[in-house]
């Protein structure tokens, strides 16, 4: 796959709640590249959460434009936004 696919958008999603066992980070949010909402869930669950549920999303921003997002702590600390994947937080961008 080529970089900056057409078919693949940014999503931005925001948590409820989250367990002790998760990491701190996602407090700020998750953000994904992929196909649609359907593959941004299931790339998080997939990679993030080990296949277990997600927490209960509150939101989900569709092609986010990144400039929008905490300037401190998230958009220092991500990835590319232009493959498939986890690009914050960042260590999840590959299953294993």
Known sequence: MAANDPNLRRYWFEFESLGQDTTAILKLGCG????????????????????????????????????SLDQDHVVPNMGSVVWRGIWFPTGYEHNG
């Open 32 to 67: 994904v590249t992929a196909y649609d909402e359907k593959d941004a869930t299931a790339l998080i669950r997939d990679r993030i959460f080990s296949g277990a549920a997600l927490p209960h999303v509150r939101k989900i921003v569709a092609d986010i434009d990144v400039r």
